[in-house]
């Protein structure tokens, strides 16, 4: 196969700079995470949106989020079928083998994947009902959310469906057993968040995302 | 639902850092993100592993990556059987409606989702061979894989494996016919790389990942 | 000396994130700190131990406490030889010249120190026996706890070990001349408190450590 | 012994404060701290100064850093001589049990201890030179460092005694054979800051402290 090729100069570059310094002046650290292996304390699952970094956003360093992104940061319901599911095997990697004690969804505006969620259950996109569609069967995961919002003034319901894509996956993440038992025992916290990309601000659910606040 | 909870103070604490600096110094920059929507230069397939952050290692900036993460950076091959594929769903946008123009796959050394797969298959793990284990199911994507590595001294083995996680997704990659296009018309560029948390270094695969490489 | 380093990145980006926001927002208070000196109410005597903090435990701010910490939150008897006694320094200055009017010792469940005196005094641990074993000789001032709890079932002894950690140095803190007569004055008050780490309990002693009662 | 007195209401107030929010929203997390123990990244050598709490500045949670705090942040010369030394026993914990990758000597401006130490040593304290006095044999530890800022004018010496009491602390530190072999293996990195609480501003040390430039 000759597929893969050498990457841009500019990667290149900036790789060496994190090498000579941020690497340089904490191997000792890497080493240990390398040796002793990761213990992190919460796992983020957020959006693939390049404008959206929850490392950045929490000052977190190597070792302290175990994060899965998505589109549209969403969580299927348990489903043991035996198919491939990498959002359950990731959820499951992290509550039951890392056994974090904090898993965090992050939604945020401006969501590409929630607005053609929106666009395709209020009649808008039938390219997204095809059975091919990737992104359009993704999303089915959503609907729920939808059937919640589509009575509101038509202005505000894709701001209230991002909230749904965070509330729809805590319900869903419910719905795993190995999930609701760690929650049940206290082992294990669940939080929703909506960020703003363009005013920075962070939204908390509150109320099992009957009311949303600024953090 | 009375499950969710508020955040750690010191996460809101570091966020409010955030929002003063990072934010207040670049918030044009922020709201041009909001307002006329990513347009990030590549997509970055890798680890939910805390202790590898792409971010960090190329210096990247709010805007540049659209970043998917899951167990062990898989992408399952092309099966447009109208389930919900996470991962190619993320592909899809990426690919198809962003046009991004590379498209990273990048593994690490001490993956624990890669060393279960190489346990799975030698017969040493048999509760991830149960059809109701998430991560399990899903690194059945890298069987393959594993029966290329598996003639090699063991102790090479599940280094080896750590490279297969790579090659077997961009072959699988290779499948989805948008990918296939773009990358046979020059729009999209592939690359392979594995990130070694020890020692800091970065290895490419070339050749069609015959060959890996210090970057 | 080319032996120091710059900080790890993460810990420059919060610091400027605290320097925006807490800092900031407070600047008269932390100028009035400088310029005035500081006034604490208490002196705190605790462990090292990452997972104990009390200025978070009391929500305490800028000012309040003068804390000093070493391992197992011990205080040795007053011995007014001329050599260095970093402890003792620290509980001359707070009560001789800062004139606190409040001394808590606060110990903690799961204190490594404690566990490895417990090791030493029943011959489980013969390095700490060691001359040059820094924290055996720093336990060698918990001895005396342990004999007091060597009677107890075995599975009651490092519990009741960590209350003797607390009690053997509020008896030591009385030997110092100082501290005995702002006692007996009424000047300065003793608390001895242990943490519960895993259950977030504060037991405190009373009755010179007879009797520990929840707070 | 009738020497322990219960709490003042208003700390029993704020504890059960902290129990209600922090400790009941992380539940989880200080079990598995508990349960675990701790793994620190760094351990942090400070000032005893109520002004002066490194957990803020660098907005850190439990189980992050290894504090000690003694009076002006010293560290005394190795002297396996079988006496009692306190700090050496923390840095001996840290750095041979705890395997921190990062040790960090945090002093800080308006220092009641350095400031002892300059008139001590310029003959206006007599009264710290007796033998009785812990604070005065304390701060012999700096005298290496005065007789390196005596010659300054005057009005500079104070604050560069508060630097030398950092890089006086990182060079004893390294007369110990497990720092000295951490360090050169790579596994550990030392770190010297000074911080003006007036200012809020944070100096860091280069070129083995001949140089102290602003984060």
């Known amino acids: 196969m000759h597929n893969v090729h050498p990457l841009p100069q500019y990667l290149i570059t900036r790789y060496h700079g994190w090498k000579a310094t941020a690497y340089a002046e904490n191997s000792a650290w890497y080493r240990r995470l390398a040796d002793d292996g990761q213990r992190p304390r919460a796992m983020v699952i957020s959006c693939c949106d390049s404008r959206v970094h929850v490392t950045s956003i929490f000052g977190a360093d190597s070792g302290e989020f175990f994060i899965h992104r998505n589109i549209a940061n969403l969580v299927p319901p348990h489903a043991p079928d035996g198919q491939q599911h990498g959002t359950s095997a990731a959820v499951e990697y992290a509550v039951a083998s890392l056994r974090v ?19 395709m259950c209020s009649g808008h996109a039938p390219e997204l009902e095809e059975k091919s569609s990737f992104v359009g069967r993704w999303m089915d995961i959503l609907r729920p959310g939808y059937e919640r919002v589509k009575e509101l003034p038509e202005d505000q319901q894709v701001r209230a469906l991002e909230r749904e894509a965070v509330m ?32 920075g601000t962070l939204w908390q659910a509150e109320n099992g995302g009957k009311r949303w606040v600024l953090v």
């Open 168 to 199: 729809v996956s805590i319900e869903n993440l419910m719905t795993f057993p190995f999930v609701k038992a760690a929650v049940e025992s206290g082992e294990l916290s669940l939080h929703g968040l909506v960020h703003d990309i363009r005013e």
């Open 101 to 119: 004690a904090h898993l965090i969804v992050m939604g945020h505006t401006n969501c590409g994947g929630v607005a053609g969620c929106h666009a």
